[in-house]
């Protein structure tokens, strides 16, 4: 009976693989393929049964669809906007995982004239520390796939290579991450954890000097510049450079100003001495007869008040294991949520000199 | 009673600032917000100095200060 049954399902398969095989055939054009396909179709009827569900976790490769696309399309324009500026004055920390101290190490005392007693009462060595917390940021958006294929957004050059939509769209926002950080948390941001923006990520750096001016701390004393505008923009500037210690000024330190502040020392500068404000061989605005003093405009200030910095003492910072792409999939939309922590601090208070318009309101 | 209102953008300061000179910091038509090393008169000042020092307050007013905030009556 068995062997009945095994001839009939035979003969099935085969009839089923002939009829098959010629109907394929003929659908693409190649009638002289009606063997083959059938007998490919026969032998296929032999496959054992099993688990094939591990062909059901293989991943799709659709990179190849991405340069279809991008031939179709123009050049799009991206919105532009402000990096991080992390050029003069600040140092970066890289690495803060948790609350970090910076030390500091001062003498006590002082020299005296030579006589044979002992004198070290109120010598020695002190430390004091300031701390530099980060707090975690996120931006949170979903990416529905389907809103694009097919259309020249698909793809788009990104860089020497063409990269897929949702990358690009995902570089987009962290571009504009960074831009939102430094324009705005770095500057005036106050920390509010159940806040809603970038101003709500951290204090930032003139947040700090405010509370700091606010509590009569003495090594952070306002200066009293008052406002600047273009036609006392040089004298208000070299006034509060004037007014730094001796040390900032072997030094040598950056005076942080707004591209307001800027505008008005350089059009009062060309008033003064008839010919343009020009940069140094290096690129640097340098004050007149202050070659180590320079002027640096930065898109976090934004009023006409002046952020004085020696030794880069302006801490800024995150931490590299943190900052974060998360990405997950809800059926076709991609779900993304960009992280990155962000601390301002300063690292010596005495390394940063602010003006009185800096901390208004 | 009007309120008072506080000025603190520089433009609004511009308008009242010969009038508000005139005003003394002790009549509370000045509010100090912190205290300052004025460069041009070479002092520093707690805020508790310049709550009682009406010449460096109408320095401060006549530069447009914010460490002091104008109240207009």
Redesign the interface.
């Given at each position: 009976m068995k062997a009945i049954k095994a001839i009939l399902l035979l003969g099935t398969a085969a009839t089923f693989s002939m009829l098959l095989g010629g109907f394929f055939a003929q659908a693409i054009g190649a009638p002289h393929m009606a063997v083959p396909i059938a007998s490919g179709l026969f032998a296929a009827s032999f496959i054992p049964k099993g688990d094939y569900s591990f062909l059901d976790t293989v991943t799709p490769d659709l990179s190849k669809l991405t340069t279809s696309f991008v031939q179709f399309g123009g050049k799009i324009l991206r919105k532009h906007v402000n990096g991080m500026n992390l050029k003069g004055g600040i140092t970066p920390y890289l690495g803060v995982s948790v609350p970090q101290a910076m030390t500091k190490l001062s003498a006590l005392g002082g020299p005296r004239p030579y006589r044979e007693q002992d004198d070290t009462d109120g010598n020695g060595a002190e430390f004091s520390d300031r701390t530099l917390n980060v707090f975690q940021s996120k931006w949170d958006f979903n990416v529905d796939p389907e809103v694009y294929r097919g259309k020249y957004l698909a793809a788009v050059q990104m860089g020497a290579t063409k990269a897929p939509f949702y990358e690009y769209i995902i570089d987009q926002v962290g571009t504009e991450y960074i831009s939102a950080i430094g324009n705005v948390t770095v500057g005036k941001g106050v920390r509010n954890s159940n806040g809603s923006g970038a101003i709500d990520i951290a204090d930032g750096w003139i947040t700090i000097a405010a509370t700091e001016?606010?509590k009569?701390n003495p090594e952070l004393?306002?200066?009293?510049?008052?406002?600047i505008n273009a036609t006392n923009g040089v004298e208000k500037v070299e006034?509060?450079a004037?007014?730094q210690p001796a040390w900032w000024r072997e030094k040598g330190f950056v005076i942080k100003c707004s591209w307001g502040t800027f505008d008005a020392y350089k059009k009062r500068y060309r008033t003064l001495n008839g010919y343009k404000f020009e940069p140094n061989e290096s690129g640097k605005y340098a004050l007149d007869g202050m070659s180590n003093v320079f002027l640096e405009p930065v898109a976090f200030i934004t009023?006409?008040?002046l952020l004085g910095v020696v030794y880069d003492a302006l801490a800024y910072g995150t931490d590299g294991d943190r900052i974060q792409v998360a990405a997950s999939m809800r059926r076709n939309i991609i779900e993304v949520r960009l992280m990155m922590p962000v601390g301002c601090e300063f690292e010596d208070i005495e390394c940063i000199s602010v003006s009185?318009?800096l901390?208004?309101? | 009673m009007a309120e008072d209102k506080e000025i603190?953008g520089?433009s609004e300061?511009d308008a009242p600032v010969s009038k508000a000179k005139a005003d003394s910091v002790t009549s509370g038509k000045v509010k100090v917000?912190?205290?300052?090393?004025?460069?041009?008169l070479g002092e520093?000042y707690?805020?508790a100095d310049l709550e009682c020092d009406q010449e460096a307050i109408d320095?401060?007013i006549?530069?447009?200060?914010?460490?002091i905030t104008i109240l207009k009556r």
């Open positions: 001016c606010a009569a004393i306002a200066k009293a510049i008052g406002a006034t509060f004037e007014s009023n006409d008040g009185d318009n901390l208004a309101a | 603190t520089a300061v917000n912190f205290g300052v090393h004025i460069p041009e520093t707690s805020k320095h401060l006549e530069i447009k200060s914010k460490a």
